[in-house]
């Protein structure tokens, strides 16, 4: 019998059919943009639109397909709101040289689709959209690279796997030189983006982590100790498996912690068992819970052990390619700031391009 977490993050799609959809199939969803197009291109040139033709075809090739997967997503051409929007996008990409912001506006109008019904989100994605042509590719990756530090976090209690998963989002994430100076956040500033703050300053890495990670980023319970009985005897009575849920702690040799991310994760915690072949899922009850959240209070209180440890997890933390240039870099930053709802979808837009497998901005 092992534990685990439940999983988190995960969508549901109810299957939907052609009538709900209102009538919109494929070849109508390219009949709808090519009809939307046709007013988007009407301010053109005649020698604008041969390039234009080309830029909004690559659109279309990225975000037809896109809009296919979602179930139910087609019939969003049926919507007005959707339809202006749709030509905003349009413009946009006929107006940019860059084959990214092609991506970036698919992702876009995808997080229309998803979101769409929370109208902050919506102005948020409308503002977006247009003002992608506009910001600067340092700009871009500056503004990703903070929206991700304080948005993503891995879920799983192993602090190698942990520093992994980290590790290949920033590697994804940062495809050029990390920009330096002041001149990228004035500029997303002047978009509206972010408001910089004039006296307060970011989190350091260390500080963010270690707070989130406050599962892994800990002393716990010296072995053979009074302490370490007591918890043993704590999962005994209430009928948790010793092993799964303590384990030996790989920042502190001697020492054992539980085998979660963080403490809110406790909530989550189920049974992952066994039987005849079928593996089932056990949900822990409250008094299992209750139980397994006593033994936080067996955690060593040494202030000068706590200290190492959040040391320690930075020596691992630096061990990691992109991670520890992530840190010189953040290191370095001239200003704080704080990220609009304009900057949030078009930073985690542009993370989900990177790395498809991010969750959808909530």
Same mark, same amino acid.
């Not at 698919?106 to 769409?116: A, D, Q, V």
């Not at 304080?150 to 992994?164: G, V």
């Not at 139980?291 to 190492?308: F, G, M, Q, R, T």
């Given at each position: 019998?092992?534990?685990?977490?439940?999983?988190?993050?995960?969508?549901?799609?109810?299957?939907?059919?052609?009538?709900?959809?209102?009538? $919109?199939?494929? @070849?109508?969803?390219?009949?709808?943009?090519? /009809?939307?197009?046709?007013?988007?291109?009407?301010?053109?040139?005649? *020698?604008?639109?041969?390039? #234009?033709? *080309?830029?909004?075809?690559?659109? /279309?090739?990225?975000?037809?397909?896109? =809009?296919?997967?979602?179930?139910?997503?087609?019939?969003?051409?049926?919507?007005?709101?959707?339809?202006?929007?749709?030509?905003?996008?349009?413009? !946009?990409?006929?107006?940019?040289?860059?084959?990214?912001?092609?991506?970036?506006?698919?992702?876009?109008?995808?997080?229309? $689709?998803?979101?769409? %019904?929370?109208?902050?989100?919506?102005?948020?994605?409308?503002?977006?959209?247009?003002?992608?042509?506009?910001?600067?590719?340092?700009?871009?990756?500056?503004?990703?690279?903070?929206?991700?530090?304080?948005?993503?976090?891995?879920?799983?209690?192993?602090? %190698?796997?942990?520093?992994?998963?980290?590790?290949?989002?920033?590697?994804?994430?940062?495809?050029?030189?990390?920009?330096?100076? =002041?001149?990228?956040?004035?500029?997303? +500033?002047?978009?509206?983006?972010?408001?910089?703050?004039?006296?307060?300053?970011?989190?350091?890495?260390?500080?963010?982590? !270690?707070?989130?990670?406050?599962?892994?980023?800990?002393?716990? =319970?010296?072995?053979? #100790? *009074?302490?370490?009985?007591?918890?043993? !005897? $704590?999962?005994?009575?209430?009928?948790?498996? &010793?092993?799964?849920?303590?384990?030996?702690?790989?920042?502190?040799?001697? &020492?054992?912690?539980?085998?979660?991310?963080?403490?809110?994760?406790?909530?989550?915690?189920?049974?992952?068992?066994?039987?005849?072949?079928?593996? &089932?899922?056990?949900? =822990?009850?409250?008094?299992? @819970?209750?139980?397994? @959240?006593?033994?936080?209070?067996?955690?060593?209180? +040494? %202030?000068?052990?706590?200290? /190492?440890?959040?040391?320690?997890?930075?020596? /691992?933390?630096?061990?990691? !390619?992109?991670? #520890?240039?992530?840190?010189?870099?953040?290191?370095?930053?001239?200003?704080?700031?704080?990220?609009?709802?304009?900057?949030?979808?078009?930073?985690?837009?542009?993370?989900?391009?990177?790395?498809?497998?991010?969750? #959808?901005?909530?």
């Amino acid at each position: 019998m092992e534990i685990q977490k439940a999983g988190n993050n995960s969508q549901q799609y109810q299957i939907q059919n052609l009538t709900i959809q209102q009538g $919109i199939d494929e @070849k109508r969803a390219k009949e709808i943009y090519d /009809e939307n197009y046709s007013i988007a291109k009407r301010d053109f040139t005649e *020698e604008a639109r041969r390039i #234009s033709n *080309e830029r909004v075809k690559e659109l /279309e090739n990225r975000l037809i397909p896109q =809009i296919q997967a979602i179930s139910g997503g087609l019939k969003a051409f049926a919507d007005p709101s959707f339809q202006l929007l749709l030509i905003k996008a349009q413009k !946009t990409a006929a107006a940019t040289e860059r084959h990214e912001d092609y991506d970036l506006l698919s992702e876009l109008l995808i997080h229309r $689709i998803n979101k769409g %019904n929370d109208r902050h989100i919506r102005a948020g994605i409308h503002r977006a959209v247009e003002i992608v042509e506009d910001i600067s590719d340092e700009a871009l990756l500056g503004l990703t690279i903070v929206h991700s530090v304080q948005t993503f976090f891995p879920r799983t209690p192993n602090i %190698n796997s942990a520093l992994n998963q980290l590790n290949d989002l920033f590697g994804k994430i940062i495809d050029s030189d990390l920009p330096l100076g =002041i001149d990228w956040i004035d500029h997303l +500033d002047i978009l509206n983006a972010i408001r910089i703050n004039p006296v307060g300053s970011f989190q350091s890495i260390e500080k963010g982590y !270690t707070d989130v990670l406050d599962g892994i980023a800990v002393v716990g =319970i010296k072995i053979d #100790s *009074e302490p370490y009985e007591t918890a043993k !005897t $704590i999962l005994h009575k209430n009928g948790l498996p &010793y092993h799964s849920i303590l384990i030996e702690n790989p920042l502190k040799q001697g &020492y054992v912690r539980l085998n979660v991310n963080c403490i809110k994760d406790i909530e989550d915690l189920h049974f992952q068992e066994l039987r005849n072949g079928n593996s &089932y899922s056990i949900p =822990i009850t409250k008094e299992q @819970k209750k139980a397994i @959240k006593s033994i936080l209070d067996l955690y060593s209180k +040494d %202030n000068e052990l706590n200290a /190492e440890m959040q040391k320690n997890f930075m020596t /691992e933390w630096m061990k990691h !390619t992109n991670l #520890s240039k992530l840190k010189e870099w953040w290191d370095q930053l001239p200003r704080a700031f704080n990220i609009t709802s304009v900057g949030r979808v078009l930073a985690h837009a542009n993370a989900q391009r990177c790395d498809k497998n991010l969750p #959808s901005l909530n």
